[in-house]
């Protein structure tokens, strides 16, 4: 069956640097894949999707690009803020189901 | 912002009790998902519905049992609760779930502890 993998947490990272979280994914067909942000005491906010191989999703600056060939959909941004600390999720969702990855606590200290 | 509530945020409970929670959507949404949150599982579904009175079985669905008598409400019991059941309850909603490149809304989930 379909299902997502995505890098273990927590993530600590200073204001402005560099983030990554890695997530894969088995699926069969053509899935749409999405990351998600939850904040505390929140549920799940949609942050960016692509629907098909090479599409990029974007916002807020974060992006991830759907890889096809590595079955991969990183999410990353080029400089973090504090107001970024949250859990991210990586999703997949094929014909008839939606698959959710673990999750990766991101913390951005000043 | 979606428009999803879930009553109650926070409820605790011993074991062996009847537990109902309620998601209700004002967006007219054809599917609605209740999912449960635990630590390094992420989301799992545990019941759909793909319109009134039909609903269907998720991943975890043992000991859960739905009801979808209106568009808007969404109904999750748990007949006996158990203290595995313990949890942090998201309720979803999607236009459609057959595109696949629909996203899924989510309410601010239910905390229910049972003791």
């Known amino acids: 069956g379909n299902s997502v993998t995505q890098m273990e947490g927590p993530v600590t990272l200073s204001e402005e640097a560099f983030l990554t979280i890695n997530c894969t994914y088995t699926?069969?067909?053509?899935?749409?894949l999405f990351w998600y942000v939850q904040y505390p005491g929140e549920g799940l906010q949609l942050l960016l999707k692509?629907?098909?191989?090479?599409d990029k999703g974007s916002n807020k600056g974060f992006e991830a690009t759907y890889r096809k060939e590595t079955t991969s959909f990183h999410l990353e941004k080029g400089s973090v803020q504090v107001s970024d600390s949250a859990v991210y999720f990586c999703a997949l969702r094929g014909n008839n189901d939606m698959r959710f990855g673990a999750g990766t606590r991101l913390t951005v200290k000043p | 912002d979606a428009g999803i509530t879930q009553s109650p945020r926070h409820k605790v409970t011993e074991t062996g009790t009847p537990v109902t929670l309620r998601c209700h959507q004002t967006e007219n949404h054809r599917y609605m998902y209740w999912y449960r949150q635990d630590p390094g599982h992420g989301l799992r579904l545990i019941h759909y519905?793909?319109?009134?009175?039909?609903?269907d079985k998720g991943e975890v669905s043992d000991g859960y049992s739905v009801s979808r008598s209106k568009t808007e409400d969404f109904l999750l019991t748990l007949e006996s609760a158990t203290s595995s059941q313990t949890s942090v309850y998201f309720c979803?909603?999607?236009?459609?779930?057959?595109?696949?490149?629909?996203?899924?809304?989510f309410g601010d989930g239910t905390r229910l502890s049972i003791l």
């Open positions: 699926a069969t067909g053509y899935p749409s």
């Open positions: 692509a629907t098909k191989a090479d």
């Open positions: 519905s793909y319109g009134v009175k039909d609903t």
């Open positions: 979803a909603i999607s236009e459609v779930r057959g595109a696949g490149n629909q996203p899924q809304h």
